[in-house]
């Protein structure tokens, strides 16, 4: 998912294995509702905007990289 720039629906990463790094280095904009669970690392170093709801959720978070996040419009659970 490394020229992934923006989603627009729904979009869940979900039931991983416990060790699963999720990198999304091209990332600008979460459009739509969008669900990280199960993942050791997220990775989004791009990231500027979430418009709707990002829930992270029952991760065995190591590393949470959102550097250059810059505006949430709804909710980052």
């Keep these: 998912m490394e020229n992934l720039a923006e989603n ?14 999720l990198d ?3 990332l600008v904009v979460i ?3 969008t669900t990280f ?3 050791a690392n997220i990775t989004a ?7 709707d709801t990002l829930n992270v ?5 190591r590393t949470l990289t ?5 505006q949430i419009n709804k909710d980052l659970v």
């Design 37 to 39: 669970k199960s993942l």
């Design 57 to 61: 959720i029952e991760n065995p978070l």
């Design 8 to 21: 627009t629906g729904s979009f869940n990463i979900i039931d991983n294995h416990s060790e699963t790094i």
């Design 45 to 51: 170093p791009n990231l500027r905007q979430i418009r």
């Design 24 to 26: 999304l280095p091209s």
């Design 66 to 70: 959102l550097e250059s996040l810059r």
């Design 31 to 33: 459009g739509g509702s």
